[in-house]
């Protein structure tokens, strides 16, 4: 245990579903991020919050939508999603951007159909 | 593009032996390095940092950095069955963001 979890561990859904990832970390962190792990690729960051302003957006779809309500909870909101984005999201969370070392929750693994 | 880059493996190597895995980066303006390790179908887990040139040793594990050459390497001595694992090289660099390598499927065999 990271001290990071995430919600649902597993998720199946349609194109044209909505659904949401949540990530909470109990580590009184101030910088969140998200990542796609993907089959055969490195591990690609998607977003970074700190103190839930958003840092980085590294470039990814809009059909992706990240919310931080607070410190300790990060959000990624899905819709209209493609095959391709099938993949493993993980958040992770670090005492501040910028703070080297980061703690993974489990990750959510999503297969979209 | 700022890459880190390890052979995807899998690399096996007997019980009691020593593992060597392998890094390299693009990134001249990297300073730190990482060495996180992921089981299958788990998160990864931070294992060894290195920061300065040379040698860095945790009990089995020992990081070695040569940044005039853009490489890192992480060696597992006495290598154990549970010790196989993918093993990701990631780099901090200069826009403070980590960038991860592909990963290094390690296989330890009895």
């Known amino acids: 245990e990271t001290g990071v979890t995430q919600t649902p561990r597993h998720l199946v859904m349609g194109m044209t579903n909505k659904k949401s990832l949540k990530c909470e970390q109990h580590?009184?962190?101030?910088?969140m991020y998200w990542y796609k792990q993907s089959a055969k690729k490195p591990l690609e960051l998607m977003f970074v919050?700190?103190?839930?302003?958003?840092?980085e957006n590294n470039s990814v779809p809009s059909r992706f939508s990240p919310e931080c309500p607070n410190s300790s909870h990060l959000f990624l909101h899905l819709h209209t999603l493609q095959p391709e984005d099938s993949a493993l999201y993980l958040c992770a969370s670090s005492q501040r951007p910028g703070e080297e070392t980061q703690y993974f929750g489990p990750g959510t693994r999503l297969l979209v159909l | 593009q700022k890459e880190v880059e390890q052979n995807s493996g899998p690399l096996s190597v007997p019980e009691g032996a020593i593992a060597s895995l392998n890094c390299t980066y693009s990134?001249?303006?990297?300073?730190?390095f990482f060495w996180y390790r992921q089981y299958s179908g788990k998160s990864p887990e931070l294992i060894m940092s290195i920061y300065s040139n040379g040698d860095k040793e945790d009990g089995r594990f020992t990081a070695q950095l040569n940044k005039a050459s853009q490489y890192v390497s992480l060696l597992i001595r006495d290598s154990q069955p549970s010790d196989s694992a993918t093993y990701l090289c990631?780099?901090?660099?200069?826009?403070?963001?980590?960038?991860f390598g592909g990963g290094t499927r390690l296989m330890v065999k009895p």
């Open positions: 919050y700190s103190l839930e302003e958003r840092v």
């Open positions: 990631a780099a901090y660099n200069a826009g403070n963001m980590l960038t």
């Open positions: 580590l009184g962190h101030n910088a």
């Open positions: 990134d001249r303006g990297s300073q730190s």
